[in-house]
């Protein structure tokens, strides 16, 4: 991702469950990759779009605008039978696409609100022993449950990390 995007600068982070040593995680890398503004998403979409081996979720771009999602497969895109890029969620085959996931990149503008969010609760749960082991027990309760799509388990997530992020952000920033 650094030399795909090298131009644009990006400040690339490993965040999500696989960046937090002890925390039982699905083997899915989840990757946050800061842009200088919005301007550089055309840029990302672009040069990400050309490679063989990711998905583009554009289906999420009306309900989070200051993200672009790609999820980046095992193997070459069209060979494993998916599309490029998918406009509705509806059409996206999540059962299959589960097998072939091997990381979700998240690209945001450096430094917003969002992108601090996701640094905040990484750092928080490898603070916080008992914060990290509720969530790792959320998380291996929701995993015995039958999900209709990899979506509704991040809803069953929801509450809890909102809850959480909120007391992480005012965590991290009264570090500064």
Known sequence: LETLL???HPVVEHIGSTAVEGLSAKPIIDIQVGVENEAAFEQVVERMSRRNDYIYYK???ET???RRLFVKLS???EVLGFEK???QLEGIPHDALNKKRIAHVHVWVYGTPDWNRHIAFREYLRAYEDVRMSYEQLKLDLSQQEWAHGMAYNDGKNA???K???EAVRW???RS
Do not use: R
């Open 6 to 8: 090298t131009d644009l």
């Open 59 to 61: 289906v999420f771009n």
């Open 64 to 66: 989070m605008p200051g």
């Open 75 to 77: 193997g070459d895109v």
């Open 85 to 87: 890029v998918y406009h």
């Open 160 to 162: 809890f990390v909102k």
């Open 164 to 166: 959480v992020e909120g």
């Open 172 to 174: 991290w920033e009264s």
